[in-house]
């Protein structure tokens, strides 16, 4: 599948400061896919998606969506806008109005979309991220879960090609983060392209179908989840925890994992460790049959 969104030498730097936030990126979001985004604070993966939808503008090389370079025309970018939605780390500075179904809709209004349209749109988007029963209820009164829920249904109500989320599942309890990746899973079988910045190697490692490796505004790595944890001496020079299952994985001997599928998630690497212990007990130097 082509790439959903290019950046070719792109550098940005922020007035006052003497490094750049972006260093002559290269890298490239395959359409399709869900991306996870790593790399330690100060990265660049804020910078990253702030150019993406056209907030930033490069200083030096181009942002290319769909293989045709942004515009930078108010009208380019509000098209922009609609075919890349972004649902930013703090729900407070993305919720406008003050209830959820008066937020959904916020958007679509501004897009011209008549009332029959834009209910029905709204109501879809209240099942995806099961926030029925909560449409009605003031913002304030939500938990966090539930404020992230609500701007990711604003952003979704416009139907977005591709969906950038900055560190969606930050703070969450893991019945919320459960909830939300769940909306995000059926969002990505619609096809909807997904990009997620996170700071949470094991939720990179279990969700994502390509990983990109920011470092000081560059990109050091991209790749397969299996591919990119497999260099762990490098991302722990850059102040990266491995995902637990991967950790594991990687320690194993070589007898024991070559030939074998990379588990990606704890119920893959148990049933791995039952298929071992089964046929190391029918090794006949361990006096079993």
């Known amino acids: 599948m082509a790439d959903s969104l290019t950046f070719e030498g792109v ?3 922020y007035p006052d400061t003497a490094e750049p936030a972006l260093r002559e990126l ?4 395959p359409g399709g896919c ?14 990253f998606f702030l150019h993406a939808v056209g907030i930033l503008r490069p200083q030096q ?35 406008i109005l003050n209830t959820p179904g008066e937020d959904i809709s916020f958007g679509l209004r501004g897009m011209g979309m008549n009332e029959a349209a834009i209910k029905t749109r709204c109501l879809e988007m209240l099942d995806l991220l099961k926030l029925e029963e909560l449409k009605d209820k003031p913002i304030h009164q939500l938990s966090l879960g539930q404020k992230k829920r609500t701007a990711l249904a604003g952003v979704l109500a416009m139907k977005p090609e591709l969906l950038l989320l900055d560190e969606p ?7 919320s983060e459960a909830q939300l990746l769940a909306g995000l899973e059926s969002v990505h079988k ?3 392209t997904i990009v997620m910045a996170t700071h949470d190697m094991n939720l990179a490692y279990s969700w994502a179908d390509w990983v990109i490796v920011l470092d000081h505004g560059a990109c050091l790595a991209a790749g397969t989840p299996e591919a990119v944890f497999s260099g762990r001496g490098g991302l722990r020079a850059l102040g990266l ?5 991967a950790d594991l994985w990687y320690s194993l001997p070589a007898r024991y994992t070559e030939g074998r599928s990379v588990p990606r998630s704890a119920e893959a690497f148990k049933t791995m460790l039952n298929q ?10 361990y006096g079993m049959k």
Do not use: W
Request: without cysteine.
């Open 190 to 192: 619609q096809g909807t």
């Open 11 to 13: 550098v940005f730097r």
């Open 241 to 245: 925890e491995l995902p637990l299952i």
């Open 34 to 47: 869900k991306t996870a985004v790593i790399g330690h604070n100060g990265s660049g993966k804020s910078t």
């Open 169 to 175: 599942t930050s703070y969450l309890d893991p019945l």
């Open 61 to 95: 090389g181009r942002v290319l969506q769909a293989g045709i370079p942004v515009s930078y025309a108010k009208k380019d970018l509000a098209a922009l806008r609609r075919n890349v939605g972004l649902v930013l780390q703090d729900p407070e500075q993305q919720l």
């Open 26 to 29: 290269t890298v490239s979001i």
């Open 276 to 285: 071992l212990l089964v046929e190391r007990t029918e090794i006949p130097e």
